[in-house]
């Protein structure tokens, strides 16, 4: 399993941008997904998720209503819309992937990307 991810880079506070992360060796449509991040000196916090079950999605009340998790089963692609961004959203970013997840936690997750940072000024 591999998993890349893209998208990331320096943003003014209230801008935008979008992460992506290609999987391959697996077929996401089978698989929950979700991004955590983790900034400097802090561990690493589940941003937002969709289970393998009922496909429901999970946000974290610091990115609700500003981020936006989804899958292009096609392409095998997810991505994390961001927008209205935060000095506080400041932190690496990763993808993971995994079978039979209902939970949005690290330990849930076996399958990650090597991380792409976001960095946000105020």
């Known amino acids: 399993v591999q998993l890349v991810e893209s998208g990331g880079g320096l943003v003014q506070s209230g801008g935008s941008l979008r992460l992506s992360c290609a999987a391959s060796?697996?077929?996401?449509?089978?698989?929950?997904i979700g991004w955590f991040r983790q900034a400097p000196g802090k561990v690493r916090e589940g941003v937002s998720c969709i289970s393998s079950g009922d496909g429901n999605s999970w946000y974290s009340d610091s990115v609700k209503g500003r981020f936006t998790i989804s899958k292009d089963n096609a392409k095998n692609i997810m991505y994390l819309e961001m927008t209205n961004l935060k000095p506080e959203d400041t932190a690496v970013y990763y993808c993971?992937?995994?079978?039979?997840?209902?939970?949005?936690?690290?330990?849930?997750?076996?399958?990650w990307g090597q991380g792409i940072q976001v960095t946000v000024s105020s």
């Open positions: 993971t992937t995994e079978r039979g997840v209902a939970l949005c936690r690290p330990d849930e997750y076996d399958h």
């Open positions: 060796g697996i077929t996401l449509a089978h698989y929950a």
